[in-house]
């Protein structure tokens, strides 16, 4: 059975009987398909969220470092594309990690898998594909973002680019361990709480926006309208979707409803795939920031190759699904 | 006695510089809080998150919070 069924009563009696709204009309779709779907997503959000947040308070970036820097090559691609999954991304936080990592004697491919991970697998995308898509399409971008995030890396590992990273950021610095403060069973929990309220608090409001334009469109677009413009027999659909998604990233929390909607019109899941990843994992501020640390070279190598990597997934997911 | 928050430039290191400076002042302590915006001083601490809040050269909080109860016993814990 779903279970989602009893928020989909909920959302039925909202519709029906509260804002009586005469059933089987445009508004009554679009109406309550927004309860339905905004009801959904704030309960899997709260829950998921949570739940991650107890996982990452076992997992400082300190920690990471320290099991990253005894692996070798390519254990080390994929358990730092693995730890990325539960390790928060903000541009803020690139630079502390990119330089603590190398400092730490991490290699520079190992690093880059981190990169490339943490932003594209990160737990507010994932509440919202299994929410808006289901747990399949989720399993597959979180598998294809894996295998993204280890290939991504062990080809710049192979590149030998390290003279392409600011001379100062080899210069260790680093004396000795610091001791982490020890944090209780109670912290935890408070850490985890407060963690979800924030991030629910900060994206709220584009969730609900995603979601009203998407109800919009669920009532109003004729199905398959998009498909003479975005279907998967659209060789430019891809790229396209990648180039429009670059920009885009503070605001992955409206998009992914949105584009759940587009798939209904017609826009075909290889297409979709490859634009949410393109939205979290090329990041126009990530790149401006990661500019203080690297040569513009290596962005557009790192940018290229993640790119490339997103855009294969595109179209092999066009042709099997 | 020495109280210093190390950011990384970003508006949550600003934010809880502010909330230490509060606490600070509540505690009733006469020092200044030094606010630095140096990523490579947070790294050679052995760290990698910011802000951190030190006190007396020792990180005491790692990571941003804005709960200033948790700041406050930070700090009086570690004077």
Request: hydrophobic content about 55%; some cysteine.
């Given at each position: 059975?779903?279970?989602?069924?009893?928020?989909?009563?909920?959302?039925?009696?909202?519709?029906?009987?509260?804002?009586?709204?005469?059933?089987?009309?445009?508004?009554?779709?679009?109406?309550?398909?927004?309860?339905?779907?905004?009801?959904?997503?704030?309960?899997?959000?709260?829950?998921?969220?949570?739940?991650?947040?107890?996982?990452?308070?076992?997992?400082?970036?300190?920690?990471?470092?320290?099991?990253?820097?005894?692996?070798?090559?390519?254990?080390?691609?994929?358990?730092?594309?693995?730890?990325?999954?539960?390790?928060?991304?903000?541009?803020?936080?690139?630079?502390?990690?990119?330089?603590?990592?190398?400092?730490?004697?991490?290699?520079?491919?190992?690093?880059?898998?981190f990169l490339v991970a943490s932003p594209m697998i990160n737990e507010v995308a994932l509440v919202l594909l299994l929410g808006m898509f289901g747990w399949k399409i989720a399993l597959i971008y979180i598998v294809s973002g894996l295998i993204i995030a280890i290939f991504s890396g062990?080809?710049?590992?192979?590149?030998?680019?390290?003279?392409?990273?600011?001379?100062?950021?080899?210069?260790?610095?680093?004396n000795g361990n610091v001791d982490l403060p020890t944090t209780t069973r109670n912290e935890r929990i408070a850490y985890a709480k407060n963690y979800t309220l924030d991030i629910l608090k900060k994206v709220w409001i584009y969730i609900l926006i995603g979601i009203g334009i998407g109800a919009w469109i669920h009532g109003y677009v004729p199905a398959d309208?998009?498909?003479?413009?975005?279907?998967?027999?659209?060789?430019?659909?891809?790229?396209?979707?990648?180039?429009?998604?670059?920009?885009?990233?503070?605001?992955?929390?409206?998009?992914?409803?949105?584009?759940?909607?587009?798939?209904e019109k017609g826009v075909s899941m290889g297409t979709t795939l490859a634009f949410m990843m393109s939205v979290t994992a090329l990041s126009l501020p990530e790149f401006m920031i990661l500019k203080r640390v690297m040569k513009i070279k290596l962005i557009f190598i790192f940018a290229g190759i993640v790119g490339m990597g997103i855009i294969f997934t595109g179209y092999l997911f066009n042709l099997v699904l | 006695m020495k109280i210093q928050v190390f950011g990384a430039g970003c508006p949550s290191c600003k934010k809880m510089f502010e909330v230490v400076q509060t606490a600070v002042l509540k505690i009733g302590l006469d020092t200044k809080v030094e606010y630095i915006c140096d990523v490579q001083q947070i790294i050679a601490m052995g760290l990698m998150q910011s802000p951190v809040l030190v006190v007396n050269g020792k990180p005491v909080l790692i990571g941003f919070t804005p709960d200033i109860g948790k700041i406050t016993k930070a700090i009086q814990d570690n004077l």
């Open positions: 059975m779903d279970i989602f069924f009893p928020i989909k009563l909920l959302a039925d009696w909202l519709t029906y009987s509260i804002l009586v709204i005469t059933p089987k009309t445009l508004l009554a779709e679009a109406v309550n398909f927004f309860i339905y779907d905004s009801i959904k997503i704030f309960i899997l959000m709260a829950v998921i969220i949570f739940a991650v947040s107890i996982i990452r308070s076992y997992l400082p970036p300190e920690k990471i470092r320290s099991i990253l820097s005894h692996k070798n090559k390519y254990a080390g691609n994929v358990i730092a594309s693995l730890l990325g999954i539960i390790t928060p991304f903000c541009s803020c936080s690139a630079i502390p990690l990119f330089l603590g990592f190398i400092q730490a004697g991490v290699p520079l491919g190992t690093t880059f898998s062990i080809i710049i590992g192979k590149m030998k680019v390290e003279s392409l990273v600011e001379p100062f950021v080899y210069e260790n610095t680093i309208f998009l498909a003479q413009y975005a279907g998967s027999d659209k060789w430019y659909a891809v790229p396209l979707a990648v180039l429009i998604g670059i920009p885009l990233y503070s605001n992955a929390a409206g998009i992914i409803p949105l584009v759940s909607v587009l798939t | -």
